[in-house]
Protein backbone atom coordinates (compact mmCIF):
# COMPACT_ATOMS: atom_id res chain seq x y z
CA UNK A 1 0.00 0.00 0.00
CA UNK A 2 2.83 2.18 0.80
CA UNK A 3 4.12 1.93 -2.74
CA UNK A 4 1.27 3.80 -4.26
CA UNK A 5 3.63 6.86 -4.70
CA UNK A 6 6.39 4.84 -6.64
CA UNK A 7 3.77 2.92 -8.95
CA UNK A 8 2.40 6.71 -10.06
CA UNK A 9 5.95 8.11 -10.33
CA UNK A 10 6.78 5.51 -12.66
CA UNK A 11 4.13 5.39 -14.16
CA UNK A 12 4.10 8.75 -15.14
CA UNK A 13 7.85 8.22 -16.76
CA UNK A 14 6.78 5.34 -18.72
CA UNK A 15 4.21 7.34 -20.16
CA UNK A 16 5.86 10.08 -21.34
CA UNK A 17 7.98 7.80 -23.25
CA UNK A 18 7.67 7.17 -26.89
CA UNK A 19 6.72 4.05 -28.87
CA UNK A 20 10.41 3.20 -29.48
CA UNK A 21 11.92 4.33 -26.04
CA UNK A 22 9.18 1.86 -24.02
CA UNK A 23 10.39 -1.20 -26.31
CA UNK A 24 13.30 -0.29 -24.90
CA UNK A 25 11.95 -0.50 -21.01
CA UNK A 26 13.29 -4.32 -20.52
CA UNK A 27 10.70 -4.27 -16.92
CA UNK A 28 8.06 -2.70 -18.15
CA UNK A 29 6.03 -6.01 -17.26
CA UNK A 30 7.13 -5.87 -14.07
CA UNK A 31 5.40 -2.15 -13.26
CA UNK A 32 2.24 -3.68 -14.92
CA UNK A 33 2.12 -6.25 -11.84
CA UNK A 34 2.88 -3.98 -9.27
CA UNK A 35 0.09 -1.72 -10.54
CA UNK A 36 -2.44 -4.90 -10.56
CA UNK A 37 -1.26 -5.98 -7.52
CA UNK A 38 -1.43 -2.70 -5.89
CA UNK A 39 -5.12 -2.28 -7.56
CA UNK A 40 -5.60 -5.62 -5.55
CA UNK A 41 -4.79 -4.78 -2.17
CA UNK A 42 -6.67 -1.02 -2.21
CA UNK A 43 -9.86 -3.50 -3.63
CA UNK A 44 -9.34 -5.66 -0.50
CA UNK A 45 -9.25 -2.49 1.49
CA UNK A 46 -12.66 -0.97 -0.27
CA UNK A 47 -14.41 -3.98 0.12
CA UNK A 48 -13.63 -4.41 3.90
CA UNK A 49 -14.56 -0.73 4.57
CA UNK A 50 -17.78 -1.80 2.37
CA UNK A 51 -18.46 -4.61 4.56
CA UNK A 52 -18.12 -2.73 7.80
CA UNK A 53 -20.63 -0.25 6.51
CA UNK A 54 -22.89 -2.11 5.29
CA UNK A 55 -23.20 -3.64 9.06
CA UNK A 56 -25.44 -0.64 10.10
CA UNK A 57 -27.43 -0.68 13.37
CA UNK A 58 -27.15 -4.08 14.87
CA UNK A 59 -30.45 -6.22 15.44
CA UNK A 60 -31.00 -10.53 16.07
CA UNK A 61 -31.42 -10.85 12.49
CA UNK A 62 -28.53 -10.65 10.10
CA UNK A 63 -26.05 -8.63 12.06
CA UNK A 64 -23.86 -11.35 13.08
CA UNK A 65 -23.52 -12.55 9.53
CA UNK A 66 -22.11 -9.19 8.27
CA UNK A 67 -20.27 -8.30 11.14
CA UNK A 68 -18.30 -11.77 11.07
CA UNK A 69 -18.02 -11.27 6.86
CA UNK A 70 -16.32 -8.09 8.24
CA UNK A 71 -14.24 -9.13 10.73
CA UNK A 72 -13.02 -11.93 8.95
CA UNK A 73 -12.30 -9.22 5.47
CA UNK A 74 -10.47 -7.27 8.14
CA UNK A 75 -8.52 -9.65 9.71
CA UNK A 76 -6.87 -11.06 6.23
CA UNK A 77 -5.63 -7.25 5.28
CA UNK A 78 -1.59 -6.57 6.12
CA UNK A 79 -0.82 -4.55 8.80
CA UNK A 80 0.03 -1.89 6.15
CA UNK A 81 -3.72 -2.30 4.60
CA UNK A 82 -5.49 -2.57 7.78
CA UNK A 83 -4.01 1.25 8.75
CA UNK A 84 -6.17 2.67 5.58
CA UNK A 85 -9.63 1.01 6.23
CA UNK A 86 -11.46 4.09 7.51
CA UNK A 87 -14.14 2.50 9.39
CA UNK A 88 -11.94 -0.02 11.26
CA UNK A 89 -12.87 1.99 14.66
CA UNK A 90 -16.68 1.48 13.42
CA UNK A 91 -16.05 -2.32 13.10
CA UNK A 92 -14.96 -2.64 16.51
CA UNK A 93 -18.08 -0.40 17.44
CA UNK A 94 -20.43 -2.56 15.80
CA UNK A 95 -19.05 -5.62 17.40
CA UNK A 96 -19.56 -3.80 21.18
CA UNK A 97 -22.75 -3.12 20.27
CA UNK A 98 -23.87 -6.15 18.93
CA UNK A 99 -21.97 -8.39 22.36
CA UNK A 100 -23.86 -5.41 24.46
CA UNK A 101 -27.68 -6.20 22.33
CA UNK A 102 -26.87 -10.07 23.09
CA UNK A 103 -26.21 -9.32 26.60
CA UNK A 104 -28.87 -7.32 27.72
CA UNK A 105 -31.46 -9.65 25.49
CA UNK A 106 -29.74 -12.33 28.02
CA UNK A 107 -30.70 -10.33 30.99
CA UNK A 108 -34.39 -9.55 29.74
CA UNK A 109 -34.57 -13.39 29.91
CA UNK A 110 -33.73 -13.73 33.25
CA UNK A 111 -35.52 -10.56 34.60
CA UNK A 112 -38.95 -12.06 32.94
CA UNK A 113 -38.24 -15.34 34.75
CA UNK A 114 -37.68 -17.25 31.22
CA UNK A 115 -34.65 -19.23 32.88
CA UNK A 116 -34.65 -22.04 29.97
CA UNK A 117 -34.05 -19.41 27.63
CA UNK A 118 -30.99 -17.90 29.51
CA UNK A 119 -29.53 -21.54 30.30
CA UNK A 120 -29.28 -21.67 26.52
CA UNK A 121 -27.92 -18.63 25.76
CA UNK A 122 -25.68 -17.98 27.77
CA UNK A 123 -23.33 -21.06 26.93
CA UNK A 124 -23.93 -19.26 23.33
CA UNK A 125 -22.90 -15.80 24.24
CA UNK A 126 -19.34 -17.30 26.12
CA UNK A 127 -18.83 -19.52 22.72
CA UNK A 128 -19.26 -17.00 20.40
CA UNK A 129 -17.62 -13.53 22.85
CA UNK A 130 -14.93 -15.04 24.60
CA UNK A 131 -12.69 -11.76 24.78
CA UNK A 132 -16.17 -10.18 25.99
CA UNK A 133 -16.17 -7.59 29.33
CA UNK A 134 -19.15 -9.41 30.06
CA UNK A 135 -18.15 -13.32 30.03
CA UNK A 136 -17.50 -12.97 33.98
CA UNK A 137 -20.81 -11.58 34.92
CA UNK A 138 -22.72 -14.42 32.91
CA UNK A 139 -20.40 -17.04 34.41
CA UNK A 140 -22.00 -16.02 37.93
CA UNK A 141 -25.37 -15.47 36.10
CA UNK A 142 -25.39 -19.12 34.71
CA UNK A 143 -24.62 -20.39 37.92
CA UNK A 144 -27.83 -19.06 39.09
CA UNK A 145 -29.82 -19.52 36.00
CA UNK A 146 -29.17 -22.84 37.04
CA UNK A 147 -30.47 -22.86 40.50
CA UNK A 148 -33.59 -21.10 39.25
CA UNK A 149 -33.95 -24.06 36.85
CA UNK A 150 -33.43 -26.95 38.86
CA UNK A 151 -35.67 -25.15 41.62
CA UNK A 152 -38.86 -25.01 39.05
CA UNK A 153 -38.69 -28.48 37.49
CA UNK A 154 -38.65 -29.26 41.43
CA UNK A 155 -41.68 -27.07 41.58
CA UNK A 156 -43.24 -28.96 38.85
CA UNK A 157 -42.70 -32.54 40.30
CA UNK A 158 -43.75 -31.16 43.46
CA UNK A 159 -47.28 -30.12 41.50
CA UNK A 160 -47.32 -33.45 40.14
CA UNK A 161 -47.07 -35.01 43.42
CA UNK A 162 -49.74 -33.04 45.14
CA UNK A 163 -51.83 -34.12 41.80
CA UNK A 164 -51.01 -37.99 42.40
CA UNK A 165 -49.77 -38.00 38.99
CA UNK A 166 -46.32 -40.00 40.94
CA UNK A 167 -44.82 -41.24 37.91
CA UNK A 168 -44.46 -38.03 36.44
CA UNK A 169 -43.44 -36.50 39.59
CA UNK A 170 -40.38 -38.89 39.64
CA UNK A 171 -39.83 -38.52 36.02
CA UNK A 172 -39.26 -34.55 36.52
CA UNK A 173 -37.34 -35.17 39.39
CA UNK A 174 -34.83 -37.54 37.44
CA UNK A 175 -34.62 -34.69 34.72
CA UNK A 176 -33.28 -32.26 37.60
CA UNK A 177 -30.94 -34.69 39.00
CA UNK A 178 -29.12 -35.57 35.87
CA UNK A 179 -29.24 -32.26 34.57
CA UNK A 180 -28.50 -29.72 37.68
CA UNK A 181 -26.41 -32.31 39.18
CA UNK A 182 -23.98 -29.40 40.50
CA UNK A 183 -26.80 -27.31 42.08
CA UNK A 184 -27.35 -26.54 45.54
CA UNK A 185 -30.91 -27.51 44.65
CA UNK A 186 -30.08 -31.02 44.46
CA UNK A 187 -30.61 -31.90 48.17
CA UNK A 188 -34.42 -30.52 47.72
CA UNK A 189 -34.89 -32.93 44.73
CA UNK A 190 -33.47 -35.82 46.33
CA UNK A 191 -35.73 -35.27 49.79
CA UNK A 192 -38.83 -34.71 47.42
CA UNK A 193 -37.85 -38.21 45.84
CA UNK A 194 -37.65 -40.21 48.62
CA UNK A 195 -40.80 -38.73 49.92
CA UNK A 196 -42.49 -39.89 46.30
CA UNK A 197 -40.96 -42.80 46.26
CA UNK A 198 -42.40 -43.95 49.80
CA UNK A 199 -45.50 -42.81 48.56
CA UNK A 200 -45.47 -45.10 45.54
CA UNK A 201 -44.06 -47.86 47.43
CA UNK A 202 -47.05 -47.11 50.49
CA UNK A 203 -49.62 -47.60 47.63
CA UNK A 204 -48.82 -50.99 46.60
CA UNK A 205 -51.38 -53.01 47.45
CA UNK A 206 -51.13 -56.61 48.86
CA UNK A 207 -52.00 -59.97 46.99
CA UNK A 208 -55.21 -60.12 46.91
CA UNK A 209 -56.47 -56.66 47.48
CA UNK A 210 -60.04 -55.89 45.47
CA UNK A 211 -58.99 -52.89 43.87
CA UNK A 212 -62.55 -52.09 42.16
CA UNK A 213 -65.42 -54.21 42.26
CA UNK A 214 -69.13 -53.61 40.61
CA UNK A 215 -69.97 -57.50 40.15
CA UNK A 216 -70.64 -58.64 43.98
CA UNK A 217 -69.50 -62.20 45.39
CA UNK A 218 -70.39 -65.64 44.44
CA UNK A 219 -69.79 -68.84 45.01
CA UNK A 220 -67.19 -69.32 42.04
CA UNK A 221 -63.44 -69.16 42.81
CA UNK A 222 -60.24 -67.78 40.46
CA UNK A 223 -57.30 -69.22 41.76
CA UNK A 224 -54.36 -67.00 40.51
CA UNK A 225 -51.00 -68.34 41.40
CA UNK A 226 -47.60 -67.83 40.09
CA UNK A 227 -45.55 -70.37 37.74
CA UNK A 228 -42.59 -71.75 40.03
CA UNK A 229 -41.90 -74.25 37.42
CA UNK A 230 -41.05 -72.08 34.69
CA UNK A 231 -38.20 -70.15 33.15
CA UNK A 232 -37.17 -67.98 36.09
CA UNK A 233 -35.21 -65.91 33.87
CA UNK A 234 -37.91 -64.52 31.88
CA UNK A 235 -39.13 -60.27 32.65
CA UNK A 236 -42.52 -61.56 33.70
CA UNK A 237 -42.03 -63.19 36.88
CA UNK A 238 -40.15 -59.91 38.48
CA UNK A 239 -43.53 -58.16 37.97
CA UNK A 240 -46.96 -57.26 39.72
CA UNK A 241 -50.34 -58.10 37.78
CA UNK A 242 -53.46 -56.31 38.03
CA UNK A 243 -56.22 -58.52 37.23
CA UNK A 244 -59.78 -58.01 35.68
CA UNK A 245 -62.65 -60.41 35.44
CA UNK A 246 -65.23 -58.50 33.39
CA UNK A 247 -68.63 -60.10 32.33
CA UNK A 248 -69.00 -60.47 28.28
CA UNK A 249 -72.69 -59.54 28.96
CA UNK A 250 -71.61 -55.88 30.17
CA UNK A 251 -67.82 -54.53 30.53
CA UNK A 252 -69.22 -52.42 33.38
CA UNK A 253 -68.97 -55.34 35.71
CA UNK A 254 -65.82 -56.66 36.48
CA UNK A 255 -63.99 -56.96 39.58
CA UNK A 256 -60.29 -55.80 39.82
CA UNK A 257 -57.83 -57.28 41.73
CA UNK A 258 -54.07 -56.97 42.59
CA UNK A 259 -51.54 -59.67 42.52
CA UNK A 260 -47.70 -59.36 43.93
CA UNK A 261 -45.13 -61.19 42.14
CA UNK A 262 -44.67 -64.64 43.25
CA UNK A 263 -47.98 -64.51 45.17
CA UNK A 264 -51.20 -66.25 44.67
CA UNK A 265 -55.02 -65.17 45.93
CA UNK A 266 -58.23 -66.95 45.48
CA UNK A 267 -60.84 -64.82 44.26
CA UNK A 268 -65.04 -65.24 44.41
CA UNK A 269 -66.87 -64.59 41.29
CA UNK A 270 -71.06 -64.76 40.81
CA UNK A 271 -72.44 -66.74 38.13
CA UNK A 272 -71.58 -65.84 34.71
CA UNK A 273 -69.32 -65.99 31.68
CA UNK A 274 -66.03 -63.45 31.55
CA UNK A 275 -63.11 -62.41 30.25
CA UNK A 276 -59.89 -62.06 31.70
CA UNK A 277 -57.13 -59.24 31.23
CA UNK A 278 -54.10 -58.36 33.20
CA UNK A 279 -51.91 -55.46 33.32
CA UNK A 280 -48.73 -55.81 34.16
CA UNK A 281 -45.92 -53.91 35.34
CA UNK A 282 -42.95 -53.01 38.61
CA UNK A 283 -43.92 -50.10 39.97
CA UNK A 284 -47.68 -49.22 41.10
CA UNK A 285 -49.29 -45.44 41.13
CA UNK A 286 -52.73 -46.28 42.07
CA UNK A 287 -55.92 -47.03 40.02
CA UNK A 288 -55.91 -44.77 37.41
CA UNK A 289 -52.13 -45.13 36.35
CA UNK A 290 -52.31 -48.07 36.90
CA UNK A 291 -48.43 -49.13 36.36
CA UNK A 292 -47.88 -45.61 34.13
CA UNK A 293 -46.19 -45.18 31.03
CA UNK A 294 -44.50 -48.63 30.91
CA UNK A 295 -47.61 -51.01 31.72
CA UNK A 296 -48.43 -53.76 29.35
CA UNK A 297 -51.60 -55.12 29.05
CA UNK A 298 -53.35 -58.61 27.48
CA UNK A 299 -56.32 -60.45 27.07
CA UNK A 300 -56.56 -64.17 27.85
CA UNK A 301 -58.21 -65.46 24.35
CA UNK A 302 -60.68 -67.97 26.17
CA UNK A 303 -63.88 -66.93 28.56
CA UNK A 304 -64.32 -68.43 31.43
CA UNK A 305 -68.29 -69.61 32.92
CA UNK A 306 -68.92 -69.89 36.30
CA UNK A 307 -71.62 -71.01 37.47
CA UNK A 308 -73.44 -72.86 40.83
CA UNK A 309 -76.21 -75.53 41.34
CA UNK A 310 -77.14 -76.97 44.69
CA UNK A 311 -78.43 -80.67 46.25
CA UNK A 312 -80.01 -81.29 49.09
CA UNK A 313 -76.53 -81.75 51.06
CA UNK A 314 -73.98 -79.78 48.85
CA UNK A 315 -73.15 -76.44 46.74
CA UNK A 316 -71.13 -76.88 43.62
CA UNK A 317 -69.35 -74.31 41.68
CA UNK A 318 -66.74 -74.07 39.11
CA UNK A 319 -63.37 -73.27 40.29
CA UNK A 320 -60.62 -72.07 37.63
CA UNK A 321 -56.88 -71.58 38.23
CA UNK A 322 -54.97 -69.02 36.48
CA UNK A 323 -51.31 -69.35 36.43
CA UNK A 324 -49.22 -66.04 36.14
CA UNK A 325 -45.32 -65.32 35.61
CA UNK A 326 -43.32 -66.95 33.22
CA UNK A 327 -45.55 -69.97 32.49
CA UNK A 328 -43.91 -73.06 31.08
CA UNK A 329 -46.18 -75.05 28.64
CA UNK A 330 -49.44 -73.49 29.33
CA UNK A 331 -52.25 -74.31 27.41
CA UNK A 332 -54.19 -70.67 27.93
CA UNK A 333 -52.98 -67.74 25.55
CA UNK A 334 -53.26 -64.30 25.83
CA UNK A 335 -53.41 -61.44 23.00
CA UNK A 336 -51.94 -57.84 23.73
CA UNK A 337 -54.36 -55.00 23.99
CA UNK A 338 -53.72 -51.50 24.61
CA UNK A 339 -54.99 -49.73 26.97
CA UNK A 340 -58.26 -48.70 25.46
CA UNK A 341 -59.14 -51.96 25.41
CA UNK A 342 -58.40 -53.07 29.30
Known amino acids: MDSKAAIEAAEGQYNRLIGLQKQCVSNS ?24 SSIGQVSADNSQTLIQAARTAY ?94 ALNTLGDCLEEYSATDAVANAKSLQEKINQTVADLRPKTGKVLSNTLGSGNGELIVKFDESGDSSGDEGNYDYCIKVQSTDNENEYKMFYIRAGGSATINIPDGTYCVKYAIGSTWYGTDALFGTNTAYARADDTFDFSTSYDSRYVYYDTWTLTVGNVKDGNLSFTVIDASKF
Open 75 to 168: DALSDSQKSYVKNSSLLEQREAEYQKFWYDKIMELYNKGSYDAAKEAIPVFLKDFPDSSHIGDLKKLLVTVNEKCAEELIDKANSYYKGKKYEQ
Open 29 to 52: STLTDDRAAYDTLVDEVEHTDYLI
